[in-house]
């Protein structure tokens, strides 16, 4: 979800300090920096306010390019738009991992071919449906998983979040275990 812990993590990827975090009295997600200066409500305007304060050079390379910023922006509002709903609803997460399935078959990271803070968002916001999934399901979704098993395995972006599974021997030994 688009959440005041995944835009935590968000904000410790790109080394930013976050500031406030909360939602305001229509339970629109908002930052509040300091006193001095007005509050930015919205995930997404969230993000990219973090993005624009970051130092990694990283993060400011791929920003410098106008393309590749839209990309970007264009993968924060699906993870708000599409993403984050899948989280919800078994049906919606089932077409959303059909479309990044398709759409990761000849990519490993969502924009150009480096990591990129839309990987870092998409990951944080698409962890709970990957976490539901059986191993069965992760199967179907070769792509998606082959993608979030690569991100995980950053500490950078994972951040103590549990490791998923997506290991087909625990399927086997599922298997094994109830046919007797």
Same mark, same amino acid.
């Given at each position: 979800?688009?959440?005041?812990?995944?835009? #935590?993590?968000?904000?410790?990827?790109?080394? $930013?300090?976050?500031?406030?975090?909360?939602?305001?009295?229509?339970?629109?997600? *908002?930052?509040? #920096?300091?006193?001095?200066?007005?509050?930015?409500? @919205?995930?997404?305007?969230?993000? %990219?306010?973090?993005?624009?304060?970051?130092?990694?050079?990283? $993060?400011?390379? =791929?920003?410098?390019?106008?393309? *590749?910023?839209? %990309?970007?922006?264009?993968? =924060?509002?699906?993870?708000?738009?599409?993403?984050?709903?899948?989280?919800?609803?078994?049906?919606?997460?089932?077409?959303?991992?059909?479309?990044?399935?398709?759409?990761? %078959?000849?990519?490993?990271?969502? $924009?150009?071919? *480096?990591?990129?803070?839309?990987?870092?968002?998409?990951?944080?916001?698409?962890?709970?449906?990957?976490?539901?999934?059986?191993?069965?399901? #992760?199967?179907?979704?070769?792509?998606?998983?082959?993608?979030?098993?690569?991100?995980?395995? =950053?500490?950078?972006?994972?951040? @103590?979040?549990?490791?998923?599974?997506?290991?087909?021997? %625990?399927?086997?030994?599922?298997?094994? @275990? *109830?046919?007797?």
């Amino acid at each position: 979800m688009c959440s005041v812990d995944n835009t #935590k993590r968000i904000a410790t990827f790109l080394d $930013v300090p976050l500031g406030k975090v909360g939602y305001n009295s229509e339970k629109i997600l *908002t930052r509040t #920096k300091s006193a001095s200066e007005p509050s930015i409500s @919205g995930f997404s305007s969230i993000v %990219q306010s973090l993005i624009r304060e970051s130092k990694k050079s990283s $993060v400011r390379q =791929l920003h410098s390019q106008f393309e *590749t910023e839209c %990309q970007i922006l264009q993968w =924060l509002d699906y993870a708000v738009l599409f993403v984050a709903p899948s989280n919800k609803d078994k049906h919606t997460a089932k077409n959303l991992l059909e479309e990044l399935n398709f759409y990761l %078959q000849s990519r490993s990271y969502l $924009v150009n071919d *480096t990591l990129s803070v839309a990987d870092v968002v998409v990951f944080h916001t698409i962890h709970e449906t990957m976490a539901n999934l059986q191993p069965l399901e #992760k199967e179907n979704f070769l792509n998606v998983s082959r993608w979030f098993h690569h991100l995980q395995q =950053l500490e950078e972006i994972r951040q @103590g979040k549990i490791l998923l599974n997506f290991s087909t021997l %625990q399927l086997l030994e599922w298997a094994t @275990g *109830t046919h007797t």
